[in-house]
């Protein structure tokens, strides 16, 4: 059974400082990781995903992971107060399973 | 290029009633999944088709089933409804093949009364 832990915040940064939002996961088979963000009422958007170790940059967004510790991770720089939502790491076994979410972070970004 | 289109947006049904939903992916996309969002459960897998064919399952009742036509567009159903179906439905699209990232429609906001 694949689990996924994030934590549930809120998570408040200030604008302009660097959020940072974590995941871990039991399922070491997962090999493909996705960062979404959900805007209260609205469905979630793709913002990120990584499948090798280490970090990938996008803009204002890095995602970083590392599978020996089974932890991925999503920076934010430069935030601002339209970053504020709530964000999921999902996962993904490959082949032909479909995706496993974490519960999700609940990000502020006080202006 | 045209996203991932749910309808109904809204629906309202009464416990031990049906419903279908329905979702257009993705122009060229052959891969639909289906999600159970709730405040409690949090984004749950229904099932994936993939040319016409389910292709993998998560863990609920046979009660909620699915298909998938020739153009790829897919449809939800829910038999006997209960309570607890009250959520937020998701459809995935996704081109199928090795990369699976999976963009979401809009959703559509089931209530079970």
């Known amino acids: 059974q694949k689990e996924v832990e994030q934590n549930s915040g809120p998570l408040s940064v200030p604008e302009g400082a660097i959020a940072s939002l974590n995941c871990t996961y039991s399922?070491?088979?997962?090999?493909?990781f996705f960062w979404y963000r959900q805007y209260s009422g609205k469905s979630p958007e793709l913002i990120m995903f990584i499948y090798s170790n280490g970090d990938k940059e996008d803009g204002r967004f890095t995602a970083q992971l590392n599978k020996a510790s089974q932890y991925v991770s999503l920076l934010i720089r430069d935030s601002q107060p339209s970053d504020s939502a709530t964000y999921l790491c999902?996962?993904?076994?490959?082949?032909?399973?479909?995706?496993?979410f974490g519960k999700g972070t609940h990000l502020i970004i006080q202006p | 290029k045209a996203g991932v289109t749910q309808t109904p947006r809204y629906l309202i049904k009464t416990r031990g009633q049906q419903v279908t939903l329905s979702c257009s992916p993705i122009?060229?996309?052959?891969?639909v999944s289906w999600y159970q969002q709730t405040p409690g459960q949090g984004l749950q897998f229904l099932f994936e088709y993939f040319s016409e064919t389910q292709r993998n399952k998560g863990n609920f009742p046979g009660r909620f089933s699915g298909r998938q036509f020739s153009n790829s567009r897919s449809e939800m159903n829910v038999s006997t409804l209960e309570l607890g179906d009250s959520a937020l439905y998701l459809c995935?699209?996704?081109?199928?093949?090795?990369?699976?990232?999976?963009?979401f429609g809009q959703g559509t906001r089931l209530t079970v009364v």
């Open positions: 399922d070491r088979g997962s090999q493909s």
């Open positions: 995935a699209s996704s081109s199928g093949d090795v990369r699976p990232e999976a963009f």
């Open positions: 122009s060229g996309h052959r891969s």
């Open positions: 999902a996962l993904s076994g490959g082949g032909a399973d479909g995706l496993t």
